[in-house]
């Protein structure tokens, strides 16, 4: 009986132990989403980041050019892609783009952000160009299950087709990180907009922005997503928008600190 009662703490502590979460095997960000995106990933968990990533390791080539597509970070509302595109050797790198960049999901096509991409060369011998582009919806389109294209329309200078093979890749989401709704409501509890927001962006409707703001970016620069002490979230955002306005982080959030958020005068707490 006494040997019994000995073996009971520790069989607890052993279900304790294989209970923990391990991230060790968890998913690493693609160091293009981290050195050169200008992501600050570091605010998320692991947990949330490796939900928010997804491993795609695609390749497809024509006219002697390689695209890799390694990997994709977001959610729902918001997904990163990061790429290497491998040029012949002699290829000048020097002003060389992409094409229009596009995403479609669920019957919709997207244009990349020009705000949210970039590209530069990786390597010394410069036959390699690295690109990140971005997309963004005021609701959830890239759900998990939903099968996405993602198509780079050739490389360009200055407008002008350098090579002009199209790149198509397709895939099926994995990425579930967590998308939050509140109703935007005044100190009477009447409805004045919507406010959707996430790890990497929010986007939020004012009915009535026109009687508070002359101009759609004076209403785009009052959305906050507020801590306990009331404080903004640094985030280092852009955006745009009117009624409807989208704003897309650069420092990602953690979404436990967020306890409210500010949509024009109104502030709305969040649920826990």
Known sequence: MNRFRLLLPLLGLLLALTGCTDTSSA???DEILTNHAGLNLEILSPEALAAALQTIDQTASDQGVE???SQTLGDAMTL???????FPAGTDLEGLAPGAVTLSADGK???ASS???????LDEDETTLVCVNSFGFDKEIVTPGTEVTFTIDGFQRDGTPVFDA???FTWTVENEGTVKYVDVKDDQGNMKGT???SAFAMNATLWDWQDHYDAPAAFLSSLQLLDESGQPIPTNASGSGSNNARKQFRIPVNLADVAAVQVG?????VPK
Do not use: G, K
Not at 80 to 86: Q, S, W
Not at 115 to 121: D, K, N, V, Y
């Open 27 to 29: 998913p690493q960000p």
């Open 265 to 269: 005068p109104y502030i709305t707490e």
């Open 80 to 86: 990163y892609v990061a790429y290497t595109a491998i």
């Open 195 to 197: 406010c959707n927001f």
């Open 115 to 121: 705000q949210s991409s970039t590209w530069e060369t």
């Open 67 to 69: 695209v890799h597509v």
């Open 109 to 111: 096509t997207l244009l």
């Open 166 to 168: 199209t790149h198509t």
